[in-house]
């Protein structure tokens, strides 16, 4: 049972949000993934700095407008004083990059879980004090980096750490997207927009946006943290202030090697996160946009496609799927099962490992960004 | 606006289910896909014949236990009887095929919108009735053949009936499962034991859970009903009292011939629905297994592969998709196209043409099936 | 050895070609096919009915110019009067539909061996016939029934008959191409001329050239003959006089049912051939177009994905391959290891079973084809 | 027509290979691909160091005893004296790296046009040579970097060439093997023996044997040489003395930017060459494996997926088939696409550009290895 508040009459947590106002992508995903295993419920929000904006989200939500408000640090400061059994149990911060780091941080010392885009932060240093809070609290906190959440990824993880494809020699990971392709963010994008100014991104582009997801699934699926790489980043689009487009060589700690390609300039390329990894017995190989198939190397027998639902899964596995067989699950599927795993968290459910991002693999993700700049800046390799 | 009865305060529609209880599949599906945009809320059900069982899921849904009824009969008599702005709206009819005539029919009568899973009766008579019952009302009917809910389907849909493929020609179209293959019913299994139960299946097992959906499929991309059919229905496991396998020859009324095969002993595969149209001009291919790849042939140049998001699409398409190119949506989201479409008709919004499966889809496909059992009795071509 | 005629001094066996003048395109590939193995030398031919076209094709081969003959008769005749070590062992019938049984006939009655092209005759009688005197000779025949040579049609054919699926069920097979989607023979186009035309045709059109690839290709995977059949015929092109689509539902001897479709007007498909088995233990899916992966399905395990050239293959799997896995080989090479056979078998050698296809296989091919005619003008259910 | 020697009577140039006895892959190979299209003869050889097994194999082959040799010196003097209508016209070289170098130096000064296999020598300095040689005669030499020859990779050099992707920015390729994941070369499978022994492979392992494949891809398919690369080598196999897995980053002289992986320690993989290529205004992707498709992307419309045998194909990619659209063709065609264009150049037929790839090909792949080995060791950015 969780902590100090109880749920809503059906059982609920209650969940308020920072961003997500109107033209925002992610905070609608949110949205749409936190309710979709009647885990949460979402009842409070600050979904714009402009407060007209956030109370137009809001009406559209049909939230109560008493729980709407004009900002995050008014959110914080008024849900905490509420009743336990109204007050929200978490946060879920939807924002460009450099409006994590404050709300975060406000709303662990406020008591709330927090459920927080990625990256983490705009900075190393800030990423270290937030798993610091963490540390320090009783609070879950969730990182969505959400495509950790796909059944075949995690059946991957499985065999991998299982041991069945031996000891681990190669890793190929690329992220390659073609919608920057062109300046997008002279039109007005909002998308474009944000990601592409440093005071809203950071100081990275692509390899921040889409790079740490590659290099999360990385982590993810071998267990093994980037040790140490080598990287280049570059500008195509004339007139863009940070990289889109990017390269890296890295050495796991267990080890292996690999190549990480991270690209917003591949046109046609829609989604296209790809992981493969090689051991000394056997392999794998999966695609986002095919998320339902895992393809699985043997040495001395035919590969074989897995696909979500079957009996002969790994029963961590088998907890990530809604339907039976043929009956694909995607994207937001695997994104609410972040979620799912984060309500059980609060409410104390032993559960699978590594069920969510934790802060950890947040902070781990911005040491990637900075070894990235400074190798890509000094031409040599740097340890994260 | 909905006539007559005002939305719950976060402007949702309020909606009873009748069936969905422990061990259901396609009720805990509806219950998500319900909930996916926020159009409906699940306020009341009956879910199952067992009021001990039905009060069970509606404590685990966190529904408020005066609406957890003991019997559909009583749910609709009940719910009729609050005030406008509490009783539903809707009702979602997810039992097996002999339990949709009954509330279906009480529900239309009682001024309720009706969802109500597929084949939409057990006879051609009933089928026949409810249509009648929905043409006299101004209620909202939808039969969740869901698989036209797939942005690709639509896709596909348009690009036949936009003329874009010339005069259609052939249609091959298939569904394909294994799970079937061994006597499940004999271990306990729900859905295997309902499904193979001609008491609770209706007089055609395979033809009736899956064909019915292939059938509906061709008709929806087409835009033209089934005008003649040659069947052959066959029961592969010993002891199965209804077909577990069928092949169809079928002429269009648009001219075109096609084959069908619903075959439920196809060992290995899961849930293998697929389309092929062609015409005089070009044609395409869509498995629901990939349901986010269409691929379209032309006469004069390359095969294309459409996925959705993309701005070339056609603007009916764009209407069916939550999230950017790339990031995979599936069978739920398809599913949720339905109810969101339903919820729109409810609410008069004007809608793209065909955006949920009517009643008289649902009546076609039992004349399908009524022709199917003829065709196969007697070994000749048969009108439905 | 070759029984009373000595090899070439490089040890080919010496053939002769009637048919692949100018403009031909199935001639020009036996040519690569045969010699591709250094099984056989070209050394004779009657190319053309068009004696002076004969000698261009022969000339541009480098035949011996006394060799190239003006007509089928003549060779025959000539060759037959050579000294054994010059005259040719075999010949190969590479002409439309009309000029198979002649030359068939009257090199088995000089005592050649037959390779000849599909289907095998334009009448059952004729084909009985030639059986009849294959069996009356020490003779090999040969039809080429190209498919069956590819490595997974045969590991396919083990998995089948090995019993490895269990008792068949199902068979669904299709030959799809869109090549005569227009009325192209009204252009001149050769091919196109012929196969439409039912003086060299014969009286069945697409069903001919492609539905019996199909049909063969059914029992040579399964072991068994079609025991009925109920067909469709259909000319979609105007002006068209032989069928250029068709639609078959077939019992085979062994118990199982299947689906047969043969198209020539499905615009953008190239050259469709694939087969789908499914027993009550497992099943497998094969397309010509990607012909060196078979999927292969198990009741109890994820599929696999088997590829030539792999050690765990069928031992007869793995005697048509040339090249290590990855490397594909193709439709040339599916084509040439029949006449590798072929050529083996004249040479005495012991074989894998049915390493090509026989006269009886190209008589079985016949009846199919009499037996759809007949069905699809009197709508019932005929046995071939 | 070829200067100073006539054809053999059937027209055929006459070849003499160096290399190829017992054993080999790749002799095979290249027999069976010289003689596919009638271009060329084999008519001598010298197969193997030890001349009781060259003997073998050239009765094996059918060829004349007195022109079977026992060393490469001893056919090249031979051939030489012998009158101009029965000598050579050509040598193929197929032996370890380490013995091509000297036949190829050879055969030039004795005036035969020269077919060699890859990397061209085994040092930049023997290469260099080479092309002096090649540029003083009138002479042809083809390296046979054989994967130029697949259609849809002649079709992609077009694309880009031709513009239609626009300015260059990426290209990804990847050769990932399985076959060397065990110490296979300690089991005395040959193939593994050579290749990874310094003496006869060079100073290179993976890298030479598949990593030049692929830097030669991107070279002959942007039309631009590697202006500079960071090369990470290494060895996962104990005690094998060469790398067996690759990891390079490179700049084009065009300006685009690329990875290249070249690893033969993937489990499973077969013969995974891969390329992708991306430019402003589109981008491709074509894989060895299923070598007949091409997809194609562009910025404003569907991918498209070319296939070879269609008329709106590039007109030099329409020389490379043999077969009809769906036919699929391979690897051994492919490589006899080489083998006929060198035929074509050595008669002097004018023809489409870089139809076989030069000795100017080779010299830049033995360069790209000295830096991938120079950047290895030193850990720096080095221009080949």
Redesign the interface.
């Known amino acids: 049972m969780v902590s100090g508040s109880t749920t809503?009459?059906?059982?609920?947590l209650r969940m308020g949000m920072v961003g997500g106002g109107p033209g925002a992508?992610i905070g609608?995903?949110h949205r749409?993934c936190l309710?979709?295993?009647?885990e949460f419920e979402l009842v409070a929000g600050a979904f714009s700095s402009d407060a007209q904006k956030s109370r137009q989200t809001g009406s559209e939500?049909?939230?109560?407008p008493a729980r709407v408000y004009g900002t995050w640090t008014e959110m914080l400061d008024r849900e905490a004083k509420l009743p336990a059994d109204r007050r929200i149990h978490a946060v879920s911060i939807v924002t460009p990059n450099h409006v994590h780091f404050g709300p975060a941080k406000l709303a662990l010392e406020k008591g709330f879980h927090v459920v927080c885009d990625k990256p983490l932060t705009i900075s190393v240093e800030e990423a270290e004090e937030l798993e610091k809070l963490v540390a320090k609290s009783k609070l879950q906190f969730c990182v969505t980096h959400n495509y950790t959440g796909y059944p075949m990824v995690r059946e991957a993880r499985n065999l991998v750490q299982g041991g069945h494809?031996g000891e681990i020699?190669?890793v190929?990971v690329?992220y390659l997207?073609?919608?920057l392709?062109?300046k997008l963010e002279a039109t007005g994008q909002k998308q474009a927009e944000w990601r592409t100014d440093p005071k809203r991104s950071g100081p990275v582009g692509g390899m921040g946006d889409i790079g740490t997801h590659a290099a999360n699934l990385v982590e993810h699926v071998t267990g093994s943290r980037i040790d140490s790489l080598?990287a280049?980043l570059?500008t195509?689009v004339a007139g863009r202030p940070l990289d889109d487009?990017g390269?890296v060589?890295f050495k796991l700690k267990n080890g292996a090697?690999?190549?990480l390609?991270a690209?917003q300039?591949?046109?046609?390329?829609?989604?296209?996160l790809m992981i493969?990894v090689?051991?000394?017995?056997?392999?794998l190989a999966w695609q986002?946009?095919?998320?339902?198939d895992l393809t699985?190397?043997?040495?001395?027998?035919?590969?074989?496609?897995?696909?979500p639902?079957?009996?002969?899964l790994h029963t961590d596995t088998k907890t990530l799927q809604?339907?039976?067989?043929?009956?694909?699950?995607?994207?937001?599927?695997a994104f609410a099962n972040l979620y799912h795993a984060f309500g059980r968290a609060i409410r104390g459910t032993k559960d699978i490992p590594d069920a969510f991002p934790s802060v950890s693999d947040g902070l781990s993700g911005m040491r990637f960004l900075r070894a990235c700049l400074k190798s890509a800046k000094e031409?040599?390799?740097v340890a994260p």
Chains 1, 2, 3, 4 share one sequence.
Request: charged fraction near 25%; aromatic fraction near 12%; charge should be positive.
């Open positions: 809503t009459p059906s059982g609920k992508f609608a995903v749409i309710a979709m295993d009647r939500l049909g939230l109560d494809l020699r190669k190929y690329e997207q073609g919608w392709s062109d080598f280049v570059k195509w487009d390269m060589l090697t690999g190549m390609a690209s300039v591949c046109v046609g390329r829609e989604n296209g493969r090689f051991g000394a017995k056997g392999g986002q946009e095919q998320p339902n699985v190397y043997w040495k001395d027998r035919a590969p074989e496609v897995r696909r639902g079957n009996g002969w809604r339907v039976p067989p043929g009956h694909p699950e995607g994207y937001l599927e031409g040599s390799w």
